[in-house]
């Protein structure tokens, strides 16, 4: 007894004076600094006048930009030079009476918004609509164009063999698909190429990976690829990239937020998979801020649908907020794409002093900024400790370890069996993020309050979740020993509008014969893993034992009976004999 006070009481001075003190030091000297730094701060953090550009700047290069290329296209299919500020001052007007929409930072129009410009506004004679409206989407300045035909959208494949690989055949398809504001997304799907076929009503899983990670993080190596996992459930598994990370590579964005990829990379994928598979909705599956990215989404489309009625946020917010989020009709028609929501280790708020990680990122995003680099250079900072010699054996003392709780990934007795996993995965995995996804995650860190859109809404997602559809069920996945991802974050349960709410603590696999997953829509269950920390949820003993099977009964109960006789609704058992009885 006495043995077992004094290695606790050991272990909580050892954490103190390599974890809980520096943390609590770095972040007094991060606030001291920044007391100098009044006139750039914003909730505490530093904001760079060349990351955070304003409204009125970006409206106006869309103006530009949208003007030069009318200008030429009407030069062009008519000869008439109308005067470029005589263009700009259309926009403007139209853009303020609401007629036009700046979509993030362009102005993309539809074929029937070219036609009144260039009809009423610029009265151009009608019989030189037609090559207009042509040179409009071969200049792709037409939703219909950008969307219609993203070519290439299958543009290259491998095939992985068993022999090769001992665990099963395997297609990998690249596919590419254009955001509405024009940008192009690529991604990849995992098939069995012994368990599905085109057109068969299995479900289909698109997996959001997390901060600093690419879809890698899922696909790791034969050994270690939840993708992998559930293709060999005969499931299509999709991986998902925002701009700039993973296949995406080579098209980063600095601006790039959590409201970037919720608005316009991640509903790319969702669309996409719902299209090319005539009507099958998607479970979205994500570690994380994955997880937080793929709830966002799908909680814009809801406050999309009736943003008139929400009173959390006045009418200026409301008309900010209606720049970026889709039409009432189109939001509700993208809510019936999603089938369900997966979500592990997927913060709502953060304790910034609970690990020494958060205010060294604190730092790292700031000095960032300070050099002038267009993203926080987390991957080339991971490198450092997974390559250089001394800081490689030093890595891999404190993560077999765990030397003060300085492990925040994983939690050694789960990986046994493989002492460098976590070298193995910085290498894998990690992705530098974007200078304004790191400003809006600090922002979250420092204080305390969760994710606020960017986009001068103000908008705290944590404060709407009343207004999740209640049809879309959610399970959330939690470990007891996780610091980035505190297990208070399920105090926010209590406030989604779904009428059945369980709690599951699960301390060994013999507890999973207690669960039992039905198909019902409005539903929220949190599963809180004994002794999981970050990445246990995905790879390890306790994901092999616990998670997987769990998410597998998931994905099964809630797909019950889909079918394509269904039209794309949801068509849970219950649901069909509604509808049945009705007629």
Same mark, same amino acid.
């Given at each position: ?12 001075? $050892? ?30 953090? #530093? ?6 550009? /304003? ?21 062009? @299919?008519?000869?008439?030079?109308? #005067? ?6 259309? %926009? ?53 164009? $950008?969307?219609?035909?993203? $070519? ?8 992985? =063999? ?79 990239? /925002? ?18 990829? /919720? ?31 793929? =709830? ?23 008309? %900010? ?34 690990? %020494?990680?958060? #205010? ?29 010699? $001394? ?37 894998? @995995?990690?992705? /530098? ?54 297990? =208070? ?53 306790? @994901?092999? =034992? ?38």
């Amino acid at each position: 007894m006495i043995f077992k006070k004094w290695r606790n009481l050991s272990s909580s001075v $050892v954490r103190y004076l390599v974890n809980d003190g520096p943390a609590y030091l770095i972040n007094g000297s991060y606030n001291a600094y920044s007391t100098f730094y009044r006139g750039q701060l914003s909730l505490g953090l #530093p904001v760079s006048k060349e990351l955070i550009v /304003s409204q009125k700047e970006i409206k106006t290069r869309a103006v530009q930009k949208l003007a030069l290329v009318l200008y030429h296209m009407f030069l062009n @299919a008519t000869g008439l030079q109308i #005067p470029r500020d005589e263009i700009k001052a259309v %926009i403007y007007d139209e853009l303020k009476k609401g007629r036009l929409r700046l979509t993030e930072n362009v102005i993309l129009l539809t074929e029937d918004e070219l036609a009144y410009l260039s009809l009423k506004r610029f009265k151009v004679p009608k019989k030189h609509l037609k090559g207009v409206s042509e040179i409009g989407r071969r200049r792709l300045i037409l939703r219909e164009a $950008v969307r219609a035909n993203p $070519v290439p959208i299958y543009f290259e494949n491998e095939i992985e =063999e068993k022999e090769q690989n001992g665990r099963g055949d395997y297609e990998i398809v690249h596919y590419r698909n254009f955001t509405d504001e024009g940008n192009a997304i690529g991604f990849r799907r995992i098939i069995s190429m012994e368990g599905v076929t085109a057109g068969d009503d299995r479900p289909a899983v698109v997996l959001v990976p997390g901060f600093a990670n690419s879809s890698n993080c899922f696909n790791i190596n034969n050994r270690y690829s939840l993708a992998k996992d559930i293709a060999d459930k005969n499931v299509w598994a999709y991986l998902f990239d /925002s701009r700039g990370v993973g296949v995406n590579a080579g098209r980063f964005d600095p601006l790039c937020t959590v409201d970037t990829i /919720s608005d316009y990379d991640l509903p790319t994928l969702t669309r996409f998979v719902h299209k090319r598979s005539h009507g099958k909705p998607s479970f979205l599956l994500g570690h994380s801020m994955g997880g937080l990215v793929s =709830e966002n989404m799908i909680l814009n489309w809801s406050l999309a649908r009736q943003l008139d009625d929400i009173d959390i946020v006045d009418q200026g917010q409301k008309e %900010i907020l209606a720049r970026s989020l889709p039409t009432p009709d189109a939001a509700e028609k993208y809510l019936k794409m999603v089938r369900c929501v997966i979500s592990l280790a997927s913060p709502k708020f953060f304790h910034k002093n609970s690990h %020494i990680f958060f #205010p060294v990122s604190l730092w790292l995003n700031h000095l960032s900024r300070v050099f002038r680099f267009q993203k926080v250079p987390i991957k080339e900072v991971s490198k450092l400790f997974t390559e250089l010699p $001394v800081l490689k054996q030093i890595s891999r003392f404190v993560w077999q370890h765990n030397v003060g709780d300085l492990n925040f990934l994983i939690s050694p007795e789960n990986h046994k069996n493989d002492k460098h996993f976590v070298e193995l995965y910085l290498k894998e @995995a990690t992705e /530098s993020i974007p200078l304004g996804l790191g400003f809006q995650c600090l922002k979250a860190i420092y204080n305390g309050e969760g994710f606020k859109r960017m986009d001068g809404s103000g908008l705290n997602y944590s404060d709407c979740l009343a207004w999740f559809p209640d049809n879309i069920p959610i399970f959330h996945f939690w470990g007891t020993r996780d610091n980035i991802v505190p297990l =208070e974050n399920m105090r926010y349960s209590k406030h989604y509008p779904h009428k059945i709410k369980k709690v599951y603590h699960i301390k060994s696999p013999g507890d999973l014969r207690k669960i039992n997953i039905t198909a019902e829509c409005s539903q929220l269950v949190d599963f809180v893993i004994e002794g999981a920390n970050h990445l246990d949820l995905l790879y390890g003993k306790v @994901a092999d =034992e616990i998670v997987k099977p769990l998410l597998m009964q998931i994905v099964e109960n809630i797909w019950g009976d889909w079918t394509y006789d269904s039209s794309c609704e949801w068509s849970g058992r219950n649901e069909r004999l509604k509808r049945q009885k009705k007629a």
